[in-house]
């Protein structure tokens, strides 16, 4: 499996407080089937974590593969982020200050829980219209999708990408999100599911849970598709 959305780079947000914690993570995630992570720190996020790409995370990104291979942890490293929608992103993003998943041109984009449908529509026009292909995180998350899946067919439509967090699918962040997860599953709208991993401890890097899951509800064939081949096509750039 193929994880493309995750916070193991080590005390650049709140995700792996240190290198060590990191290791734990990478050490889980192997353990439990996953072969290649995309880094994901936040990124942008106004009033908070910005991590514009640097050459301090670059060096990160050097330090935590070194520590890998000499742990023996098979884990393949990507670099990308999390991008904030914010109003000004399509800039940061032209500019390099944001990455997209890999370099490829899918991005990985987030929003506020209850932000406003209108303003994201813009951001996701601006994104679109540089040519990246959005990748939204944790819609199911986003208050604004409330008993609208109008607006995700919409976002699927327009060839956008839905990503949903494991923990939401497996219900750890309530009933409601689980629903909401439910009902992209069951319609087919969702097309990645990831980690979002924050810590060896709770919301783990770990997929083999929520894949045996969507295998058992829904179908193997989906499984495979959204922790595997389509995570396979976007950091492939396909
Ligand atoms: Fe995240």
């Avoid at 990503?163 to 069951?186: C, E, I, P, T, Y």
Wanted: glycine letters at 8%.
């Amino acid at each position: 499996m193929l994880d493309i959305h995750s916070h193991l780079l080590p005390g650049v947000d709140d995700g792996a407080e240190d290198l060590e914690e990191a290791c734990q993570m990478a050490r889980q995630a192997v353990d439990t089937g996953t072969t290649g992570l995309v880094l994901t720190p936040h990124c942008n996020i106004p009033g908070g974590f910005q991590n514009p790409w640097s050459e301090a995370l670059s060096q990160k990104l050097a330090d935590f593969r070194q520590a890998l291979q000499r742990l023996g942890i098979p884990l393949t490293l990507m670099m990308g982020a999390e991008v904030f929608g914010a109003d000004d992103v399509a800039q940061h993003l032209a500019s390099g200050r944001a990455l997209t998943l890999n370099a490829s041109r899918y991005v990985l984009l987030e929003f506020w829980t209850n932000d406003h449908p209108g303003r994201v529509a813009r951001v996701l026009d601006s994104v679109s219209a540089l040519g990246l292909v959005p990748v939204i995180a944790h819609p199911e998350r986003y208050h604004f999708l409330e008993e609208d899946l109008s607006l995700a067919r919409d976002w699927v439509g327009r060839g956008f990408l839905l990503q949903l967090n494991k923990g939401s699918v497996l219900g750890s962040f309530g009933r409601r999100v689980q629903g909401r997860a439910d009902a992209l599953l069951r319609a087919r709208l969702a097309q990645v599911v990831a980690s979002d991993g924050h810590s060896p401890y709770q919301r783990t890097a770990t997929l083999h849970e929520v894949y045996v899951h969507i295998a058992q509800r829904h179908s193997r064939a989906y499984a495979d598709s959204l922790l595997r081949d389509t995570p396979l096509r976007i950091v492939n750039n396909a």
